[in-house]
């Protein structure tokens, strides 16, 4: 169980708090409401978290500007030192569950620039703020201040001494407490999944993470296309494949002659980049790496700085 602290913290004596033990104890099996009480005792507010979260939304970024931010060369160059630096697992990882390497480490690329910015806060006071005076999203981060607790107590850690970002994702792959206890593996098996501080496990983790949704072994990716005279309305309507090829082929959409089954489903992507509109077409393992991030900009980053990896790599 969890070292015991007093109850003098600021989310001890919080009315919410209190329902939140309540609520826990009676869902969890080997937690009881005195417990979690002293966890959420050595919890602190954070109005950092709170002034992050709040900021009025920016305009949505144009892929030109996610070229400017990931696809850079520092990004490929260190991309390319982790990967020699991390070969064994990644290999390793690629042959468990099918993510080459580069995708593993373009993801960890676009996450954290490769470990350098996995964040600062204390993951217990991020969500204990979040899910106690951040009323718009109370619900999601109190589900997952609850994931968190039943992962220290798994990982037998003290509550306090993982760190994360202001939104409580955590380690070289900023995963969720949830996505954690779901996904996270000890890819090295000293008895902790530790991605904060373990490449290996980071790694595995994020392999993982693919395979569990069902990203296709050996399956191909996006490939770019000609628009035609297709309407504009059938591209960037939805993340998950709807339109075969075939079916946009009659709609005048020109896609490169390649050997796929034109009655294959993909996603018609529309993006504006440094050279003006770009026209892509996402297989599978394209929407798969939008579960990881809900983007289709997200996902073009990470598959583009995949690539300049592979190419960066295979070169020298």
């Avoid at 490939?223 to 082929?249: C, H, M, R, Y």
């Avoid at 489903?265 to 297989?283: A, S, Y």
Wanted: hydrophobic share 40%; glycine share 8%.
């Amino acid at each position: 169980m969890f070292p015991l602290a007093g109850l003098a913290g600021h989310y001890a004596s919080h009315p919410e708090a209190q329902a939140f033990a309540r609520e826990m104890a009676a869902e969890e099996d080997g937690f009881d409401e005195a417990g979690i009480l002293s966890i959420l005792g050595q919890a602190e507010y954070q109005q950092s978290v709170i002034d992050s979260i709040s900021r009025p939304a920016e305009k949505e970024l144009a892929w030109a500007k996610y070229q400017d931010i990931f696809l850079t060369e520092e990004r490929t160059r260190s991309g390319v030192k982790f990967m020699a630096e991390h070969e064994a697992a990644l290999q390793e990882a690629q042959k468990l569950y099918g993510v080459p390497p580069a995708i593993v480490t373009a993801i960890i690329g676009v996450e954290t620039m490769y470990g350098k910015f996995t964040g600062d806060y204390r993951v217990v006071d991020a969500l204990a703020t979040l899910c106690f005076d951040y009323p718009p999203r109370a619900k999601l981060f109190c589900g997952q201040l609850k994931a968190f607790i039943r992962l220290v107590r798994e990982e037998g850690k003290p509550i306090t001494s993982l760190k994360g970002s202001y939104a409580g994702a955590m380690g070289l792959g900023q995963f969720i407490p949830s996505s954690y206890l779901n996904y996270a593996v000890d890819f090295d098996g000293d008895g902790f999944r530790d991605i904060w501080n373990n490449p290996t496990d980071a790694i595995g983790s994020v392999a993982n993470y693919l395979a569990e949704h069902d990203w296709q072994r050996g399956g191909g990716i996006a490939f770019q296309a000609e628009a035609g005279e297709a309407p504009p309305d059938v591209f960037n309507v939805s993340l998950k494949p709807s339109k075969t090829i075939a079916e946009l082929e009659a709609l005048g959409v020109a896609a490169p002659p390649e050997d796929l089954d034109r009655q294959q489903r993909v996603t018609p992507i529309r993006l504006t980049g440094k050279q003006g509109d770009e026209f892509w077409l996402g297989l599978k393992n394209f929407y798969v790496i939008t579960r990881y991030n809900h983007s289709e900009l997200y996902a073009m980053a990470v598959y583009q700085l995949s690539e300049g990896l592979r190419k960066a790599a295979d070169s020298i």
